[in-house]
């Protein structure tokens, strides 16, 4: 599992998220932005705003998923990203789609202001996608996630969206067990060699 952290915070911030969904089977890694922000403005200001340090960002994650990937196939490793690392995720694998062994964005989306064109190349391929966040964050608006969801399964993810009443920005045990449930999914694929197997929607 590769996990992105969120602005202001740092790889050991993540890294407690990886604690919360430990499963046999799985490292974690967790690359940290310089000044504690993968870019400087909210994600859904004017993309280029955001750069270079967006292109930098998503560099970044890219060079630590070719790394693993000399060891492992795209589909045995889930990229999970929590608030501003969340919209990396989110926006990196959109970028770069293929199967992944899954796509966890919690408390982000998709990256640009609202009309931004969503004609991103490639297939995700079946790959388990989850979407986790408030309803009332107020950071990530609820209909960006739900504009998220729409986008990454129209790129042919398997797309699970939860808007949580009430939640906080913050990551919540109900998340927690969802995304335990599809690292599992992931590990039994990889012993019994199955592609076609999925987390549960």
């Not at 995720?89 to 062994?101: D, H, M, T, V």
């Not at 107020?138 to 996630?145: G, K, T």
Request: proline content about 7%.
């Amino acid at each position: 599992m590769i996990l992105v952290h969120g602005r202001g915070a740092s790889a050991r911030d993540i890294l407690t998220v990886a604690a919360a969904v430990d499963t046999p089977g799985f490292a974690y890694l967790a690359p940290e932005a310089a000044g504690s922000a993968w870019y400087p403005n909210r994600f859904m200001e004017p993309i280029e705003t955001n750069q270079p340090w967006l292109d930098s960002a998503l560099q970044v994650v890219g060079d630590v998923l070719a790394g693993v990937e000399q060891r492992l196939p795209s589909d045995h490793i889930v990229l999970l990203g929590f608030s501003q690392g969340a919209c990396l995720a989110l926006e990196f694998a959109a970028r770069n789609a293929r199967r992944y062994g899954g796509l966890v964005g919690l408390s982000g989306g998709l990256i640009g202001p609202d009309g931004t064109p969503r004609d991103y190349p490639g297939s995700l391929a079946g790959t388990p996608v989850f979407l986790g966040c408030s309803d009332v964050d107020p950071h990530i608006p609820a209909e960006r996630v739900r504009e998220s969801g729409r986008v990454l399964e129209s790129l042919g993810g398997k797309v699970r969206v939860e808007l949580y009443r009430g939640l906080g920005h913050e990551v919540n045990e109900d998340e927690a067990a969802i995304v335990r449930a599809l690292m599992a999914a992931v590990s039994r694929r990889e012993e019994v060699g199955d592609p076609g197997s999925r987390a549960p929607r």
